[in-house]
């Protein structure tokens, strides 16, 4: 087997149980999570969307991270400019890594392992919590002309994502 095919499939299984650990999770000990409207600005088509330079920590019963939104209202570093792999990943909540330092979220471990390849590549974490996928498409629409990423993941959580389309007429 090629080792580009043999490390796509550790990467997508890896993906595919950090999702069914998030399933499981939620599934036993649901918990509600907050907006802290600080990190927040009102947008008239997404309801609402991460703040641009925001710096913060966000606090719970147990935990409290550190937050930093970057010039485009995204958590984590902007683009590195010599990649030459770009990926967006939309998402919610837990693409976002609410509750976790911004390293500890999927995409930054992601672009971590791809680096450590030897992948020159730069990922865009551009979840937003309380976003479901109707949120998610309408901000794919907005960034794709302008960021240009070869690659788009839509990090879907079962739970909180169907819940939301629903609030937002999604069937």
């Known amino acids: 087997m090629a080792p580009r095919r043999s490390f796509g499939l550790i990467l997508l299984s890896g993906l595919l ?7 499981m999770v939620r599934l036993a000990a649901p918990q509600a999570i907050g907006l802290a409207p600080p990190m927040y600005l009102p947008d008239s088509t ?9 710096s913060g920590r966000l606090r719970s019963g147990e935990y409290s991270t550190r937050v930093v939104i970057n010039d485009r209202g995204f958590r984590g570093a902007a ?3 010599d990649a030459l792999l770009r ?9 976002f890594g609410y509750g976790v330092e911004e ?15 030897g992948c020159r590549v730069a990922v865009c974490n551009a ?4 976003y479901g996928t109707l949120q998610e498409a309408a901000l794919a629409e907005r960034l794709l002309t302008d960021l240009a990423p070869q690659a788009v993941v839509l990090g879907f959580t079962v739970g909180s994502d169907v819940q939301d389309n629903l609030q937002q ?3």
Do not use: N, Q
């Open 46 to 54: 997404l309801a609402h969307r991460l703040k641009p330079r925001f």
């Open 169 to 171: 007429g999604i069937r």
């Open 127 to 130: 979840g937003v919590p309380g």
């Open 87 to 95: 990926v967006l990943v939309l998402g919610d909540s837990f693409t």
């Open 79 to 81: 683009w590195r400019e």
């Open 103 to 117: 390293r500890e979220a999927y995409p930054a471990v992601v672009e971590e392992l791809l680096a450590a390849a």
């Open 17 to 23: 149980s950090l999702a069914a650990g998030e399933l």
